[in-house]
């Protein structure tokens, strides 16, 4: 899907980190175009598609970054790892500003991130590498079935030796699901190892 120093582009916006480990800090967003997983609840449907969204050169997207002056720079989709991520993770390194991924895990890894946060789906479940890498793990809960695929991503996380001692474990209600608020509430009461992770930036009504 890329080609070169060109990646199909959403959009690319400087806000806040509004969800995870990492909620509240300033943040450039580049959000990739593309993405396979389909989640039905996704809100960014409008990036499943790579067609319609422009090619855009690595150079500019580092530019973005550049003028913000972020605490850290979020490449997200879409899914991201559908498109080679080396020359861009590459032209970032001299700004020195983490480079944060979030991503599915569907695809192989490419680029070099000081945080990766993967959000694995039951219907597509994420690439064994991933698991072993991650920093941080976030799954989307819905109903009781998406709480066992939690856990069961987060035992495999620790088996395949992911950083030490382990990557930090969160549960996000999905969107307007009171279900999935009651049942992430309830894990989180019960499984004091994990963290609930909300979509603050919606409740601020910033991107």
Known sequence: MSKGGLLRVMEQFHS?????????????????AGCSVGCPWCDTKASWSAHGHPLVPVEHLVETVRQA???LVVITGGEPLQQDLTSLCEALVPLAIPRHLETSGVAPLSGAFEWITLSPKRHRPPQPALLACCHELKVVIHEPADLDFAMAMAATCQAMGSS???????VQPGADSPTGIH?????????????????????????
């Open 16 to 32: 806040i980190q509004g969800e995870g480990v990492h909620t509240g800090r300033s943040a450039v967003f580049l959000r990739l």
């Open 69 to 71: 002056q972020p605490a």
């Open 164 to 170: 030490s001692p382990g990557p930090q474990l969160c």
């Open 183 to 207: 049942l992430a509430l309830h894990h989180v009461k019960h499984h004091p190892q994990w963290r609930l992770s909300l979509q603050t930036h919606k409740w601020l009504g910033v991107q």
